[in-house]
Structure formats: C-alpha cells, structure tokens
C-alpha cells in the first residue's frame, strides 16, 4: 500500500489550498480515508475522514467549516479543501487508511493503519 500525498506549500493567511492523496495498492472506495497534521512540538491531530462509502464526513473541531474532504474513486484519490488558513494550520499533512467507520466521525491516528508521507503546508500571517 501506498499513499502518496501532494499539494503542500507556502500559502498567505486566509488563502487556499488543495491537497491530494493518490492510493495504490488499495482502493479509496474500500477504506476509511482521512487526513491528519503534526505541527513541531504538537502531536498528530486528526483534521478529516471520509467513510468508504463516501456519504460520511468528519472533521476535527480546529478545521469545521474551513476545509472539506472528498474523494474521486475513478482516480482513487482524496482530497483536501483548505480554505481561510490560518497560521495555527502550519503542519505535516499525513493522509492515511483504515477500516472502521465511526459514527461520531472522530478519529484517533490509532484508528488508521496505512500512512503516506506528510506533505508540508506553511501559512504565513
């Protein structure tokens, strides 16, 4: 399994950005998918998931009503929506893979087995 993730970079408080996290070796459509950050010194904090089925969305407290979660199954990817950044959202972007769904639709990193590497997103104020 492979999870690649892209889309990082430099962006300017209250900009956008778009990540990306291609899946090889599973299918998007068969796997809880989310996405976590990890700023220095902070421990990994669970920011989207999105259930299998598609019809299910989650969001840590920090990031609800700025970024939004979706997937394209044909092209077996997932993405990241990140819109009014802040500086505070500074961080390693990891995507990563699971199998359960939980209907509270809050996630601990413990929850996801597959990691890609982190893509780093820095928004200057």
């Known amino acids: 399994v492979q999870l690649q993730a892209s889309g990082g970079g430099l962006v300017q408080a209250a900009g956008s950005l778009r990540l990306a996290c291609t899946a090889s070796g599973l299918s998007v459509s068969d796997y809880t998918m989310g996405w976590f950050r990890e700023a220095p010194g902070k421990e990994r904090e669970f920011v989207a998931a999105i259930k299998w089925s598609g019809d299910s969305t989650g969001y840590g407290e920090s990031v609800k009503g700025r970024f939004t979660i979706s997937k394209d199954n044909a092209k077996n990817t997932v993405y990241l929506q990140m819109n009014s950044l802040k500086p505070e959202d500074t961080a390693d972007y990891y995507c990563?893979?699971?199998?359960?769904?939980?209907?509270?639709?809050?996630?601990?990193?413990?929850?996801?087995?597959?990691w890609g590497q982190g893509t780093l997103v820095t928004v200057s104020s």
């Open positions: 990563a893979s699971g199998t359960k769904w939980y209907e509270s639709g809050q996630f601990s990193p413990t929850n996801f087995r597959s």
